[in-house]
């Protein structure tokens, strides 16, 4: 049997918009030829670089804010690493996906300039931040999730998500053409709705979450059940299923492997897409 691939640490941006009781969140397509989830729809995100520890990518850090991020997340143990994986969520969803979370008075041109240099190796996030003279919205980010790809992946990541309310900033969301090739704001029942016809596929962790979204109802609702759950690593192991397909077996499901439970909780794959099974 080989060896596990390595984790690699990532960040994901969880973006919410849209009137409080009909929510929309911003998902992405994953490009055809990417080496992990290809085609997959998903939230703006990607692995934490060695810039992204720098302090002076987190200006107007609030140290009160990695407080609480080692308090809730397992693993992080220094404020530098809890910071570096907020600077990638904010990072990664500027370059994906066009949203600077944060006040600007720079013009939507001069931003998407800004933009296009950035994620041609042109520059760099730090001096980005200088040039728009932005000032970015840490308060305004909870963290609500922590997936870990199992074992049987040739690429693995351990990944946080955080979640944030958007605004009018949404609007300049457009994929990247390159990591992204389409974009939209889909409501958690219009996108699950769309996955079950197998139009849309998702990740498993954006399949869990739009679940989530989809019984909560509103965006008060979804971001306090997000900064008040106790976060726990999902790390889920992947399992036959009689008959065909997999079954993503998570933490408390009686089949998981270091963290059994009495009953099932695992994401199935059902022919044309998931389904969640609790």
């Known amino acids: 049997m080989s060896e596990a691939a390595p984790l690699r640490p990532a960040a994901t941006l969880v973006l919410l918009d849209g009137p409080e009781d009909a929510p929309r ?4 397509k994953r ?20 810039a992204d520890h720098a302090p002076a990518a987190a200006p107007g850090f609030p140290p009160e804010l990695a ?5 809730r997340s397992m693993g992080f143990g220094e404020e530098a690493e809890a910071r570096a994986h907020l600077v990638c969520a904010l990072r990664e969803t500027f370059e994906e996906a066009g949203v600077l979370l944060g006040a600007t ?10 933009r296009r240099r950035l994620l041609a190796g042109e520059t760099t996030w730090d001096a980005v931040l200088v040039e728009l003279g932005a000032s970015l919205a840490w308060d305004e980010l909870i963290y609500g999730d922590h997936w870990v790809t199992p ?18 900033r949404g609007a300049a969301a457009m994929h990247d053409a390159h ?3 389409e974009s939209a704001w889909l409501s958690a029942e219009e996108a699950l709705a769309r996955h079950a016809t197998g139009e849309l596929g998702l990740a498993p962790p954006t399949f869990w979450l ?42 408390g499901d009686h089949e998981h492997p270091t963290s059994p439970g009495e009953g099932e909780h695992r994401v199935v794959w059902g022919g044309r897409g998931w389904s969640l099974v609790r």
Do not use: H
């Open 179 to 181: 990591e992204t090739t």
């Open 25 to 28: 969140t911003l998902l992405l």
């Open 151 to 168: 074992p049987v992946e040739r690429r693995r990541y351990d990944t946080r998500f955080y979640l944030a309310r958007v605004g009018g």
């Open 210 to 251: 739009l679940t989530r979204f989809a019984e909560l109802g509103t965006i008060d609702g979804i971001l306090t059940w997000a900064a008040a759950r106790d976060v726990i690593p999902m790390a889920p192991a992947v399992l036959p299923r009689k008959g065909g397909g997999v079954a993503i077996v998570l933490p």
């Open 31 to 50: 490009a055809a030829q990417s080496p992990f989830m290809a085609n997959a729809w998903v939230f703006p995100g990607g692995r934490v670089d060695d």
């Open 67 to 71: 407080q609480i991020m080692l308090q």
């Open 105 to 114: 008075d720079a013009t939507d041109a001069v931003v998407d300039a800004a």
